[in-house]
């Protein structure tokens, strides 16, 4: 039993490193995009690289680096604006994060800085919580370091590489993303939440600085979650005993 045990975990453990492995790489090649549209927008390479150390979420850097583009240096508050708005997601995630991580303050320090999309949504699709916490910090250290190298690779080479859409990279973390939510539709609830997030978002994207579009889209999260809206879409009935147990 103990050794049936014992490899069962060895497995979950592979599992979870798989998992949070192919987010990595998938992620980190969009930090070539990344480095070469910021020192197309007038950031030295230096800048560019200390943007990925310090700010490290990726939406935020090219919300910056795009509004930045667009006014140059008048437009340095719009951008840091819109870099903060699209931020503010991530004190959501620290918030559900903050069991997973560990109890002691040095680690909720720590992880701070790695609470990102990518590690958060690998941390919740485990269900096991040892698993939920090598799954962020595994993808979330493993982004740190391939972001900010892929970072320094673009902004060195971008000339070179050309527009990194031709490579399919703008698509990179995107489809990594979709591919850990995809398993999670599997009820009426999160596909309406997801549709009506999406359509939101997408309404929205023309009319209101960078940043808003995202934080009113997950407002329909939330109403969907607090007043429970299709919550019980052929969810097995649990009898009072089996609730109990």
């Keep these: 039993m103990f050794i049936e045990s014992n490899v069962t975990s060895v497995t979950a453990d592979r599992e979870v490193w798989r ?27 230096w800048q560019t690289c200390v943007l990925s150390l310090l700010m490290f979420t990726g939406g935020s850097q090219f919300a910056f680096v795009g509004v930045f583009a667009a006014g140059g240096v008048a437009a340095l508050p719009s ?3 819109s870099a903060v708005l699209l931020g503010v997601r991530n004190v959501a995630y620290g918030m559900r994060m903050s069991s997973v991580v560990g109890t002691t303050p040095a ?18 699709s485990q269900n096991d ?13 493993g982004i740190f370091l391939g972001w900010n190298v892929t970072t320094l690779v673009g902004a060195l080479v971008g000339d070179i590489l050309g527009d990194p859409k031709t490579w399919g990279l703008d698509a990179a973390a995107a489809a990594a993303f979709l591919a850990l939510l995809w398993p999670r539709l599997r009820r009426r609830q999160p596909i309406a939440v997801g549709i009506a997030a999406a359509v939101v978002a997408a309404a929205l994207t023309p ?3 960078p940043g808003l579009p995202v934080l009113v889209a997950a407002l329909v999260a939330i109403l969907v979650g607090w007043f429970d809206w299709l919550g019980h879409d052929g969810a097995p009935s649990t009898s009072a005993p089996e609730a109990i147990r």
């Design 19 to 45: 998992e949070a492995t192919g987010v990595v790489i998938a992620t980190s090649a969009y930090g070539v995009s990344f480095g070469a549209l910021a020192v197309a927008s007038g950031l030295d390479v």
């Design 207 to 209: 009319a209101l600085m």
């Design 107 to 124: 680690r909720r320090v720590a992880a701070a800085h790695f609470t990102i999309d990518e590690s958060t949504a690998v941390a919740v």
């Design 129 to 141: 919580p040892r698993l939920r916490r090598v799954g962020f910090w595994v993808t979330g250290i």
């Design 79 to 81: 951008a840091i604006a």
